[in-house]
């Protein structure tokens, strides 16, 4: 779709809701008294970590291969992914029938390289050569892509990646109105790497005439989507920074995204590693639900937020994206003991 996504009407994001809806799984809204203390607000918590292949990629990239031409789904496609959107887009393309390349970075977990295979993609890994790893596994798959007349798909950058996203903003919407709860939501925190999720549940509230504050999640050292909001135009992360959130390590917002967070997004916050640590944990033993570092982070913000001085309001929904990590690594990231 090449015309403004901000022009989204409601009857579009909802034949995108019905489309994506037929194979993917309708995720709980849950909620804990426990967790409500500890944020001083009431949560509400989107568990797409329990969506098929483990992450809410799924939704985006089933989108977009629905919309390629016959001759573009028999000859395939190729993407670069650190491991989400890889899994993601291979379970769409095994759906589907097109064939599935995909570029890592070599470093990425274990775990999401052997989903990757199992959903029957082929793996291809990028080298580093001390640019942004990013950057390396895009340039990897452009050339793929052009010595094997793939179609190249990028994970966020992209309009049906983004419109295909906007599912979880509708089903989100459609459970939270089923509480019957007497005020809307007051903000709705989103994990942001490149922004595409953050965008296509935008376009969901904005076709929803949703009065929600959208706020977006970003690990420290990788807010370069606040930077871009606070400047009016994009920013780069020059240097890469340590942090456990590793699908949240976009080089900038993509130009696609970014247009439409422009005109939407209330703010961004940042987690550090040590929010996130504690996200997790809380997940695991109020909700028992197993999250990802990035996954967790938007748990993380609605946790800290109030003891920073950020005023979420009193009915806070987050999402938590993801939980493809190994159990060893789980344990040990929720065992370690907080930094005082």
Known sequence: MQTSLLNTPWSTTHEVFETVRTISRETPLLTSAALDELAGCRLFIKAESLQHTGSFKLRGAFYRLKNLDPAQREIGVVAFSSGNFAQGLARAGQILGVP???VMPHDVPQMKVLGT??????????EPDGRPREMVAAETAANLAESGHLTLLHPFNDSDVVLGHSSLGTEL???FEALHEDQPMDALLVPAGGGGLAAGIALALRSHQSTTRLIAVEPSGYDDLARSLAA?????????????CDALQAVSPGPVPFSVLLETLSGALSVTDEDVRQGMRAALEHLKLVLEPSGASAL?????????????????CVVCSGGNIAAADFAKLVAEEPRH
């Open 300 to 316: 993380a913000a609605a946790l800290v937020a109030k003891r920073r001085g950020v005023d979420l309001g009193s009915r806070v």
């Open 117 to 126: 295979k199992r959903y029957g993609a082929r793996v291809v890994f990028s």
């Open 173 to 175: 919407l459609q459970q």
């Open 100 to 102: 599935v390349t995909i």
């Open 232 to 244: 009016g135009e994009r920013h780069r992360n020059e240097t890469a920074s340590r942090t456990l």
